[in-house]
């Protein structure tokens, strides 16, 4: 999928190192806040700015997606680890809407306060053609192009979607966890993605 289709597209994407896979299938995919409070171990990719931003604003109670595999979080973490294996879990916009997402039209970086917005109002308030236009790099469009659907909730394996990796030997590794959890009856697919 590309940028230009980010309105129009089903999913939404969480970029994840491959080496937090495991837990995440075992445990489900789940707020840094509440990770950091069970003492687990995970291996963190962004930037301590934003994460300092994200814990004043009182985000950090939320695990954040995006609309799309190309904001400039994902750009700038996959050219910083670039020796890393990461994925993409997917999950769809429906399951977002149907189990109250919430929305942040802009990236938190580029507010004061935080109001998030019940799903459908957040949608409608994105700039969507900020969003999906190509070559924009202006502060107002990279905030633009990072807004954010955000849950407080655990989301277990078997409600993703999909996990979409780099490469087939990745996406074996990726079918072996699964299969060492018994994630059998609501299986998320296992995809090779160009995204990376």
Known sequence: MGIDLAKDGKLLYHLTKLDNLESIIEH????????LESGAIFEDVANPDIIHKRTQLGL?????????????????????????EFVYICITRVKAKHNNFKILPKHPLSIDECNLLDY???????????????????EYSKHVKMAECLTDLTVPAEGFHSI??????????????LDQYGINGNRPYVNIRSWF
């Open 28 to 35: 489900g995919l789940i707020p840094r806040r509440t990770l």
């Open 60 to 84: 950090d109670i939320y695990t954040p997606f995006h609309f799309h595999p190309y904001s400039s979080f994902d750009v700038a973490v996959k050219h910083t680890y670039w020796k890393d």
């Open 120 to 138: 459908d109002e957040g949608f409608s308030e994105i700039d969507w053609a900020v969003l999906t236009k190509k070559g924009l790099i202006d």
């Open 164 to 177: 979409n990796v780099r490469s087939e030997q990745t996406k074996q590794l990726v079918e072996d966890i």
